[in-house]
């Protein structure tokens, strides 16, 4: 089953890219790249996209900066967009944190395709 609207994934490390590139692809679905996250939401203003697989650790703006611009926008236009949090800082601090600023999963670093399926699936995109 293919998505139609891409999943925009905001990650700044490019073997990172091409490894969730890869597996997004082999789920059948659609990918669009953004470095940073200030690129990310550029894109997100232009584009319809089913979810967000975010890393935390971004250079420019961050991934929970940009999480809570995005929910701060939502409270404004009534919009949701899935967020999943990816990151390597895998605490329960670090989880509770990105919970409490609005993401809806959380994937730790590095990631298998079983996890990512996981999240995805919770979104009903496989």
């Given amino acids: 089953m293919e998505n139609k609207s891409p999943i925009l994934l905001a990650e700044d490390n490019v073997f990172n890219q091409k490894v969730a590139t890869a597996m997004l692809k082999k789920l059948g679905l659609n990918v669009d790249i953004a470095d940073n996250g200030m ?7 232009n584009n319809d996209y089913s979810i967000i697989l975010l890393d935390c650790q971004m250079p420019i703006m961050n991934g929970y900066d940009m999480t809570m611009k995005i929910r701060t926008d939502e409270k ?3 919009k949701h967009i899935p967020i999943i949090a ?3 800082h895998d605490s329960p601090e670090d989880r509770e944190y990105c919970f409490k600023i609005g993401v809806d999963g959380y994937i730790s ?10 999240e995805l699936s919770n979104w009903q995109l496989i």
């Fill in 39 to 45: 690129i990310a939401l550029e894109k997100l203003s």
């Fill in 76 to 78: 404004k236009n009534g």
């Fill in 86 to 88: 990816m990151t390597a």
């Fill in 109 to 118: 670093k590095p990631f298998r395709m079983e996890d990512l399926r996981n």
